[in-house]
Structure formats: C-alpha cells, structure tokens
C-alpha cells in the first residue's frame, strides 16, 4: 500500500516516488494522492460507527466479532487456558483444573506454613484488637490499596433489579449472523442516526459535562456539613414512628464490610437516578470516614454507617428486619473468627426480604495468598493472622454450605473458583481460588 511522501525536501529521491512498505516503490500521482485523502476523511466516520455497533450489541446482549480482548462477559469468565505455550498472553484465564500432583502439593505447602502455632496470649490480643488493626490498615493505605470492583455486575447481576439473568446463564456469540443483516440492523440505524448531531450540539454537550464535574469537586468540608445535614434531617425523621433512611425506595441493597470503598461507587454509578438505595457498613470507623468523605458519595442514595457484625448484643441497624434485597459479603466473612461465622450469618439472614439473596465470594482453600504465609502465622486449622495484624481464614465449599444453609437459606450458586493469574512483565503464572456463592431466603409458601 503506497503512502505519500512525507519529506519536504523536493530532490530527485523523492520527486514523483512513494515510499512503500514493500521492496517495490510505486509512481506517485495526483490521483493517488485523492484517495488517500478520502480514506482519511472516512476513518473518522468509519471509527464512530465502530464504536456504536459494539455498544449497542452489548445492550442488547450480544457480542461482537470485532470486540476488544477484554474479559468474555461470562459468569466467571470464559477464557480457557487450552495451549500452556499461550500463558502469559494474557493477565488471567479462567476454570483452571487443577492435577492432583498441584493438589497434594498445594495441601503439603498449607500443612508446613499451620505447624507452627500462634501462642494462645497473641490470639486473644489479635481477636480482641481486631478492630484498631483494621483501622491503622485504613489508615496507611486510604482508599489505595484495593481496586474498585467493577467485576461485581458481571458476576452478579441481581445487583441490578432490572437484571434477571439465571447464575449459570453464558452469553453467547451467535452463530452465522451478520453485523449488517442481523435483526438488530434497524435498532442499530437508529442509534446511528441519534448520534448524527450537529458540532454546536456536541459543543454544548461538552460544556454541561465539564460544568458537571465542576460541580462534583466539592472541598471535603463542604461533604461533611451536606451528610451532617442530612443526619440532621434523618433524626428529625425518625421522631415520626416507622421511617428510616431509604424507606421510600423500592429495592434496597446492603453491603457488609464496605471497606474505603471499592464496591460502593461502582455501585452508586450503577443506580443513580434510579429506585434503589444502598446501605453499607464496616466496623473501622476510618473506612467509613473514608466513603462519606469521597466525592462521589450521594447521602439522598447510600446511608454509611459503623457497625460491628460481632457485637450484636448492643448494636442496631438503622432499617428493620425483613427490609433488605440483596446483601453483598465480599472478603468479609473471611475476616471474622471462625466461631461468630454462623452468627453472622444467621443475623444477616433475617435482614432478608422473602426471597432476597446474599451474594458471597471470599478466599478459598489453599488460594496462593495462604500458600505463601510465612510459619508462625496460622491461628488454629485455616485460620491466620497477616503481618499487619488483620486475619483470614481461607474456605472450602462444604464449609460454605453448611453455614448458609443452617441460617435457613437455600443454595442457587456455590462454586470454586479456580484462575490463573499471571504477571505477563516478569513471567510469573500465579494460582488463585476464590469461593462464589448465591443463597437465597426462601419465600413464605417454600417453608411449608
């Protein structure tokens, strides 16, 4: 394919000759040169048109053949690992199978990291002070140290109320349809033609958006007296008997050990403007510090609060029993003493509207982060405590099963989630396992 001649200087190397990416130099003419600026011209317009025919296929649930090489849209990803010599072509692949070889060996590796026993004095301290330890974590790492979970939609869509896709459902690509002849061709000429505006439309686009952003910026101090002022108008509430904050919403989600964050916002961008509300809470009193003073809170959507999950005696929720849809517990249930799980969750449950879901994914056994714990560490069986003082115990689905279970919920998903990640830079495959559940509270009729 002949380009045009980019040096300005006119000598006979470059008078009337195109440089090609070939061997062969082709004769350079006017006529050549008008194609090539008609072909510029187009890549614009063919480049928008790109970028509309994937997001409308994806809206309508479809993939693409010229998508990106991002993560499939699958529960639990779709990309399997099936030529080793392909393994650092990507950050990770999904549904590893492991030998048996790798799980002896994995089990060998746990056994020699829980022979040496923290003494009985440091476990009662790291139990008792569980709270101050995750509060300096907060405290050195800010909001830095966990990335945002946008993966959450994608592996449960009944965060969405609108989303009502069965937890095993694969998104297919369609066979033998065509981009151009396919039954969407119409839908997709209309989305083509809304955005066909003109530069003046655009223009004010991009004005109203900056200005929104302008308008985001707010200096902390300005959030703090906007949420004190909604308390303020939360407690004024409350004196009228039965209402609590976000009682005018009809879908309501609460997620368990919020962290500084990472789940919350994903979510907010998710249901602004919409009909739900989410509640969220974590017994570090610096994390939710952190989420109240983010810019991107919105107090008329999310209600943020410090509750500590093993203290039920004398704490309380701030909606009542029976008013919840969906409860999120990601890398929390992991964090708590193996004792106080099936209390955890036997209260949780009772949070629960009639056939509302606890959605669930946390470490499971021998994932590499319990591999790699130095000896001294290991609490007692799976159960350890990190160098920062905050713990982790590292499930199996049996476990898993039979603490919901016993809370009266009833399974629809529990799976091992077995991946490889891989660090392409310095050529480093690494095995990480993961537990992903789905329980349900039963409706009224299916206690009978």
Same mark, same amino acid.
């Given at each position: 394919?002949?380009?045009?001649?980019?040096?300005?200087?006119?000598?006979?190397?470059?008078?009337?000759?195109?440089?090609?990416?070939?061997?062969?130099?082709?004769?350079?003419?006017?006529?050549? #040169?008008?194609?090539?600026?008609?072909?510029?011209?187009?890549?614009?317009?063919?480049?928008?048109? !790109?970028?509309?025919?994937?997001?409308?296929?994806?809206?309508?649930?479809?993939?693409?053949?010229?998508?990106?090489?991002?993560?499939?849209? @699958?529960?639990?990803?779709?990309?399997?690992?099936?030529?080793?010599?392909?393994?650092?072509?990507?950050?990770?692949?999904?549904?590893?199978?492991?030998?048996? $070889?790798?799980?002896?060996?994995?089990?060998?590796?746990?056994?020699?990291?829980?022979?040496?026993?923290?003494?009985?004095? +440091?476990?009662?301290?790291?139990?008792?002070?569980?709270?101050?330890?995750?509060?300096?974590?907060?405290?050195?790492?800010?909001?830095?140290?966990? &990335?945002?979970?946008?993966?959450?939609?994608? +592996?449960?869509?009944?965060?969405?109320?609108?989303?009502?896709?069965?937890?095993? $459902?694969? #998104?297919?690509?369609?066979?033998?349809?065509?981009?151009?002849?396919?039954?969407?061709?119409?839908?997709?000429?209309?989305?083509?033609?809304?955005?066909?505006?003109?530069?003046? +439309?655009?223009?004010?686009? /991009?004005? $109203?958006?900056? $200005?929104?952003?302008?308008?985001?910026?707010?200096?902390?101090?300005?959030?703090?007296?906007?949420?004190?002022?909604?308390?303020?108008?939360?407690?004024?509430?409350?004196?009228?008997?039965?209402?609590?904050?976000?009682?005018?919403?009809?879908?309501?989600?609460?997620?368990?050990?919020?962290?500084?964050?990472?789940?919350?916002?994903?979510?907010?961008?998710?249901?602004?403007?919409?009909? /739900?509300?989410?509640?969220?809470?974590?017994?570090?009193?610096?994390? #939710? !510090?952190?989420?109240?003073?983010?810019?991107?809170?919105?107090?008329?959507?999310?209600?943020?609060?410090?509750?500590?999950?093993?203290?039920?005696?004398?704490? /309380?929720?701030?909606?009542?029993?029976?008013?919840?849809?969906?409860?999120?517990?990601?890398?929390?249930?992991?964090?708590?003493?193996? +004792?106080?799980?099936?209390?955890?969750?036997?209260?949780?449950?009772?949070?629960?509207?009639?056939?509302?879901?606890?959605?669930?994914?946390?470490?499971?056994?021998?994932?590499?982060?319990?591999?790699?714990?130095?000896?001294?560490?290991?609490?007692?069986?799976?159960?350890?405590?990190?160098?920062?003082?905050?713990?982790?115990?590292?499930?199996?689905?049996?476990?898993? @099963?039979?603490?919901?279970?016993?809370?009266?919920?009833?399974?629809?998903?529990? #799976?091992?989630?077995?991946?490889?990640?891989?660090?392409?830079?310095?050529?480093?495959?690494? !095995?990480?396992?993961?537990?992903?559940?789905?329980?349900?509270?039963?409706?009224? &009729?299916?206690?009978?």
């Amino acid at each position: 394919m002949s380009a045009i001649p980019t040096s300005r200087r006119q000598g006979p190397e470059s008078r009337g000759i195109a440089f090609t990416s070939g061997c062969s130099a082709q004769r350079w003419c006017p006529r050549s #040169v008008g194609r090539h600026f008609i072909q510029m011209k187009r890549r614009p317009q063919m480049a928008l048109i !790109h970028t509309v025919s994937i997001a409308l296929l994806k809206k309508l649930g479809l993939h693409c053949r010229f998508q990106s090489t991002g993560r499939p849209t @699958a529960p639990l990803g779709s990309r399997i690992l099936s030529d080793p010599s392909r393994v650092f072509e990507h950050n990770m692949w999904d549904h590893m199978q492991w030998t048996p $070889e790798q799980e002896a060996l994995a089990r060998q590796k746990a056994e020699e990291n829980s022979s040496v026993k923290v003494s009985i004095e +440091e476990q009662v301290k790291y139990d008792k002070d569980a709270c101050s330890y995750w509060n300096e974590f907060y405290r050195a790492h800010q909001n830095k140290f966990f &990335k945002d979970r946008r993966w959450l939609f994608m +592996e449960f869509p009944e965060l969405l109320p609108h989303r009502t896709h069965d937890c095993n $459902e694969v #998104v297919l690509e369609p066979e033998k349809t065509s981009i151009l002849f396919s039954p969407v061709c119409s839908q997709m000429q209309t989305k083509l033609d809304s955005v066909n505006k003109t530069h003046a +439309e655009q223009a004010v686009e /991009t004005v $109203e958006k900056a $200005e929104s952003v302008q308008r985001t910026r707010r200096t902390n101090d300005d959030m703090n007296l906007e949420h004190k002022g909604q308390d303020w108008k939360w407690m004024d509430r409350q004196k009228n008997q039965g209402y609590f904050p976000g009682i005018d919403f009809t879908f309501k989600i609460f997620e368990v050990g919020c962290g500084a964050g990472n789940s919350v916002f994903p979510i907010l961008s998710k249901i602004r403007d919409s009909s /739900t509300f989410l509640y969220c809470c974590d017994f570090s009193t610096h994390a #939710v !510090h952190l989420v109240t003073c983010h810019p991107l809170y919105n107090a008329s959507q999310c209600h943020a609060f410090v509750h500590d999950m093993c203290d039920e005696a004398t704490s /309380t929720y701030p909606f009542p029993d029976g008013s919840i849809d969906v409860i999120l517990l990601v890398f929390v249930l992991s964090s708590i003493h193996p +004792e106080r799980m099936q209390m955890v969750i036997n209260r949780l449950s009772k949070l629960l509207k009639p056939g509302g879901m606890i959605l669930f994914r946390d470490y499971g056994r021998y994932d590499l982060s319990q591999l790699r714990l130095k000896k001294g560490r290991c609490l007692f069986g799976n159960f350890y405590v990190r160098g920062d003082g905050t713990c982790v115990y590292f499930f199996t689905n049996e476990e898993i @099963a039979r603490i919901f279970i016993s809370a009266g919920l009833k399974e629809v998903q529990n #799976v091992m989630d077995r991946r490889l990640q891989v660090n392409r830079k310095k050529k480093v495959a690494m !095995h990480r396992v993961w537990v992903q559940c789905k329980y349900q509270k039963p409706f009224t &009729k299916d206690l009978h």
